[in-house]
């Protein structure tokens, strides 16, 4: 099902107009507004007159999430104080949290771009959305909540955690949509298993999954175990929160909303825009929004576009699914490595359970990646032969697919730790040493 036909199917000249014309707006928007934007124009010689196309985007400068959080708390806004309805915080765990805040009109083009991600994932107001991600400053609860009523969906607002209170409420009021980490629907298909319901009688239908990297084979095991279509959804904070881009039924790029946000792909290392198709670092631009205008903001988001029209009928470019991002890329004996390729390949490997942590250490001055992986509950771990067989099995798996020695360790079923949100799948021990 397609939201907003006219907006998602447009002629794409007549979509590179509309950008174009919302462009200048924001240039001028943040140039007039905000100082450190003006220092930086002046600074390259560049004045708002200076876009005349699309394409003169690539002279202005990229904006870097240490800028934004300079602004904290209330120097970044676009619109002027009074007109700001809501605010939403990043977690600031690395340094001064990103403020993002919102006008009416910011709340609506969120309710929209939600409405459209909810109903690339087929949702209609028959559908009960069952809402776990987390509401509050975390823009994935709030974000889903606007789209789904949007839609006239029935949304059940519950957050994460109390996962067994979940499975029973799936049960009785019948979800079907479920929005949440990709980690967590895992974590209640497994919770389901323990009281004995089995996921896949749940009325679940779909998933729209997103908040963190997920591979291929996750999608899959996500499928298999829930009995569920698993689609991915993209955004951040800094932009709007979730609804930036989402997955069609096909499966095959996240539709990114590209007459709200315009896309680049950049080389992280030099800023150089990449072609299509040419893998590197996600920069937006926001073109509708009041409260919070960003101009070429670096989201540190590894994918590639495609701006071939989808079987579904869109038109709206597409990202590929996010491989992670440019500071959790490890560099391991000059091998440069995602996560999310790691879990891709250790999905495949018939002991595995989807439930995995990487440990980064450091011995004799170089860094080691150790898989710590959980096996299936009828493993032997008193059959040391057999366990040291299959660890030996899987870092030979890992070998082969990605040129990467690593130490691979089997823990027992259950023991790393579950998300209710985003998974931590980076331990770095190099530190704390
Ligand atoms: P934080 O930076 O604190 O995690 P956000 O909650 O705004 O703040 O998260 C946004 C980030 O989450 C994105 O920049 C991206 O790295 C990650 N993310 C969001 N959606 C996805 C997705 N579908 N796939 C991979 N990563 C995602
Ligand atoms: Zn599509």
Redesign the pocket.
């Known amino acids: 099902m397609i939201w907003n036909k006219e907006y998602e199917c447009m002629d794409r000249d007549n979509l590179r107009d509309l950008q174009l014309t919302r462009l200048k707006e924001v240039v001028r928007r943040v140039y007039e507004r905000l100082p450190f934007y003006g220092k930086k124009f002046s600074e390259n010689h560049l004045h708002p007159d200076a876009l005349k196309s699309l394409e003169d985007l690539k002279k202005f400068p990229l904006t870097r999430k240490s800028e934004l959080r300079e602004g904290y708390p209330f120097g970044l806004f676009t619109a002027p104080l009074e007109k700001i309805v809501e605010f939403h915080i990043?977690?600031g765990?690395t340094g001064k949290p990103v403020v993002n805040g919102y006008t009416r009109k910011d709340i609506q083009v969120w309710s929209e771009v939600m409405a459209r991600a909810l109903a690339c994932a087929g949702t209609t107001s028959k559908d009960v959305v069952h809402n776990a991600y987390g509401y509050g400053l975390?823009?994935?609860g709030l974000g889903i909540h606007y789209g789904a009523q949007l839609i006239g969906a029935k949304t059940i607002p519950i957050s994460g955690g109390q996962t067994r209170r979940q499975i029973m409420i799936m049960q009785d009021f019948k979800s079907t949509v479920l929005t949440c980490t990709p980690s967590y629907a895992l974590h209640i298909a497994e919770v389901a298993e323990e009281i004995g319901v089995d996921p896949r009688k749940l009325s679940l239908r779909v998933g729209i999954l997103?908040?963190?990297?997920?591979s291929e084979n996750m999608r899959k095991e996500i499928e298999v175990q829930l009995g569920i279509d698993a689609l991915?959804?993209?955004?951040?904070?800094?932009i709007i929160?979730?609804g930036v881009a989402q997955e069609c039924e096909a499966k095959e790029g996240?539709h990114i909303f590209e007459d709200h946000f315009l896309p680049e792909v950049i080389d992280p290392k030099t800023g150089k825009v990449l072609e299509e198709g040419e893998e590197g670092e996600l920069v937006l631009t926001t073109l509708t929004r009041e409260g919070t205008s960003l101009v070429r903001y670096r989201?540190?988001?590894i994918t590639r576009i495609n701006y071939q029209p989808c079987d579904c009928g869109r038109t709206i470019a597409r990202i590929n699914?996010?491989k992670?991002?440019v500071d959790d890329m490890l560099i391991i004996r000059g091998v440069n490595i995602f996560p999310s390729q790691i879990e891709n390949v250790l999905l495949q490997i018939e002991e595995a359970e989807p439930h995995y942590q990487l440990i980064l250490e450091r011995k004799r001055g170089l860094d080691e990646l150790t898989v710590e992986l959980e096996v299936s509950p009828n493993t032997f771990f008193d059959e040391v032969k057999r366990v040291e067989k299959i660890e030996a099995k899987i870092e030979k798996e890992i070998e082969d697919a990605l040129g990467l020695r690593v130490g691979v360790r089997l823990v027992e079923s259950r023991t790393i730790e579950r998300s209710m949100g985003?998974a931590k799948r980076i331990i770095d021990k190099r530190k704390s040493k």
């Open positions: 990043s977690s765990t975390f823009t994935g997103g908040a963190e990297p997920w991915d959804i993209y955004g951040l904070t800094e929160g979730p996240m989201t540190g988001d699914k996010i992670g991002r985003k």
